[in-house]
């Protein structure tokens, strides 16, 4: 993809996509105007747990310095938020009273953290885990060590668990229904994984619903609907994502979860296009970075004048820390199915889900070295036939057996 149009692109949002939308535009030679409103030059989100863990340092997040922007010759704005875009005179505006101009406009203003509407939910120390900010506000909170609760137990709940417990935190989650990672797991694998847990020192309530919580300026505890009360010095808020689409919203696009996008990720109107998390297309909203990088490129590709459509695929998930061996893929129910599940209490736990012979999902706990085997099997959806037997047990063995 290689073109000499000098138009400009610009594009709000340098999170995953709107960075990877900027550098393919970038490579294909166009000129590229890249906005967003965190201070930090753009990083990798998807490694703030790791962070957070411990495992590496805030250096480590950053994916394009000012340096790597300018050699690409990406003009970049950090710690500036677009208030409004007028799309009849092709301009944005920026909260410090800029007026910038486009050709081509991107939005990939991803997602916003839900904050529950609980009394107390806006004192000092209850934090969201979204950006790069939060996850500073949070390691700063663990400093004196002492109680953390994150009310939450799905994926992102759990690695900010995980993380504040390495940092030193006695920590305790509260999940509102009975299994851990309910869209991802089955209630098999989610009490291997409370058990998991569980021995790493972290508490897990499950049917817990918060009503309140406890503080005058700074939060100190969290109080449930059954009366109990849960003393802690930090609460963590991970309890979803929503598509975060006001400024499409405010400026006339069509707007419904998501932004509305075509298969070329094309918005309502034809020099607007939409990627990643705030994006929606045939009523779906992605919620991982592979979806919303793939969509970046598609954007970018049809700003090129390539014809490229966006396919959605089955995504998959892991828990990246506290050493939780735990991956699922596709489906987690299938009412017309049939599952096969491998459950030794002291190894592995696997459970495959079938439809019309085809592997629709896939859970693994304790050994997910074959994570990439059973996903290609997904992806393709070849009939299983003969592997049916021996499919539990992995590639290894299908090359084994005679
Ligand atoms: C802690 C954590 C761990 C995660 N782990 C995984 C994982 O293991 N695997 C996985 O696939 N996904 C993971 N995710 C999800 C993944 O990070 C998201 O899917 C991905 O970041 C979406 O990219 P995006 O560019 O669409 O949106 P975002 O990353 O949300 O980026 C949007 C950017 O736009 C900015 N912005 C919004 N409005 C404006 C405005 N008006 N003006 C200027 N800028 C604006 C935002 O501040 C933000 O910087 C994780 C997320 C978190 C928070």
Redesign the pocket.
């Known amino acids: 993809m290689q073109t000499t149009n000098s138009a400009t692109t610009l594009i709000?949002?340098?999170?995953?996509?709107?960075m990877r939308c900027a550098e393919t535009l970038a490579r294909a030679g166009r000129r590229v105007v890249l906005?967003?409103?965190?201070a930090s030059p753009p990083y990798d989100?998807?490694a703030?747990?790791r962070w957070l863990a411990d495992e590496i340092t805030q250096a480590d997040l950053i994916t394009h310095d000012p340096a790597r922007l300018a050699a690409l010759g990406i003009s970049f704005h950090g710690g500036?938020?677009?208030?409004a875009i007028d799309p009849a005179r092709h301009q944005v505006a920026t909260a410090d009273g800029g007026v910038i101009g486009y050709d081509t406009l991107v939005l990939?203003?991803?997602?916003r953290a839900i904050r529950l509407a609980l009394p107390g939910a806006q004192l000092a120390n209850v934090l969201l885990?979204?950006?790069l900010d939060d996850v500073r506000a949070m390691i700063d909170a663990t400093g004196d060590g002492g109680r953390a609760i994150v009310i939450g137990g799905g994926l992102?709940g759990l690695?900010a668990a995980a993380g504040l417990a390495a940092r030193g935190m006695a920590v305790t989650v509260l999940h509102a229904v009975d299994r851990l990672m309910e869209r991802q797991l089955d209630q098999r694998a989610s009490r291997r994984l409370s058990g998991h847990l569980a021995a790493r020192g972290i508490t897990i309530i499950e049917n817990a619903a918060s009503s309140a919580i406890l503080g005058e300026d700074r939060a100190c505890g969290v109080v449930l609907d059954d009366g109990r009360v849960l003393p802690a010095e930090l609460v963590v808020m991970a309890v979803g994502i929503a598509p975060?689409a006001s400024?499409a919203r405010a400026a006339g696009l069509l707007v419904a979860r998501g932004i509305v996008v075509d298969g070329q990720m094309r918005s309502s109107r034809n020099d607007i296009f939409a990627?990643?998390?705030?994006a929606e297309f045939q009523g779906q909203c992605?919620?991982?970075?592979?979806p919303?990088l793939a969509q970046a490129e598609i954007a970018a590709r049809a700003i090129c004048g390539e014809a490229a459509t966006w396919q959605p695929a089955t995504d998959s998930?892991?828990l990246?820390v506290a050493g939780a061996p735990v991956w699922s893929a596709g489906l987690v129910e299938c009412a017309d199915g049939e599952q096969i599940t491998l459950d030794d209490p002291d190894g592995a736990y696997r459970r495959l889900l079938l439809r019309q012979d085809r592997l629709v999902g896939a859970v693994l706990f304790g050994e997910t070295a074959d994570a990439a085997w059973y996903m290609r099997l997904i992806r393709d959806c070849a009939p299983i036939g003969a592997l049916r037997e021996t499919l539990p047990f992995g590639p290894a063995y299908q090359e084994a057996a005679p």
């Open positions: 709000i949002g340098a999170g995953p996509a709107g906005i967003g409103d965190e989100r998807v703030l747990s500036s938020r677009v208030t990939a203003t991803g997602s885990y979204r950006t992102l690695e975060e400024l990627i990643g998390e705030c992605v919620g991982l970075v592979l919303a998930a892991a990246k």
